[in-house]
């Protein structure tokens, strides 16, 4: 069974910078799409970035020249560093991975595999 584990969320001002991290406990890692996803309260989930197995990266437009996405296959783990955060911004962030898929923000909500979840708060 794929586990997937998210940390690093947390309450910032706007402007600020936070490091979300995601560890998958599956020895395939290397070969999944993985990404991540966000859902604010009232509002449909939103993909955030995704980086395919070639390391390929997607951004949606929204934190496009904000947020940057890695991948680290050695420790089997997703990175998001976010910055010039924003009220917007503000939202549960999950990490998700599957094989075989499109490697775009806009089909990360489908993916096989995710997390539960890290909370970003930020105030203005």
């Known amino acids: 069974q794929v586990r997937v584990a998210e940390s690093g969320g947390g309450s910032v001002q706007a402007g600020g910078s936070l490091r979300l991290s995601c560890v998958v406990s599956?020895?395939?890692?290397?070969?999944?799409?993985v990404g991540w996803f966000r859902q604010a309260p009232g509002k449909a989930r939103e993909g955030v970035a995704a980086?395919?197995?070639?390391?390929?990266?997607a951004y949606a437009d929204s934190v496009q020249g904000r947020f940057i996405i890695s991948r680290d296959n050695t420790n089997n783990t997703l990175y998001l560093q976010m910055n010039s955060l924003q009220p917007a911004d503000t939202a549960m962030y999950y990490c998700?991975?599957?094989?075989?898929?499109?490697?775009?923000?806009?089909?990360?909500?489908?993916?096989?595999?995710r997390g539960q979840g890290t909370q970003v708060t930020v105030s203005s």
């Open positions: 980086v395919d197995v070639d390391d390929t990266i």
């Open positions: 599956e020895y395939t890692f290397s070969r999944y799409c």
């Open positions: 998700a991975a599957d094989g075989g898929v499109y490697c775009y923000p806009d089909y990360i909500t489908a993916f096989q595999y």
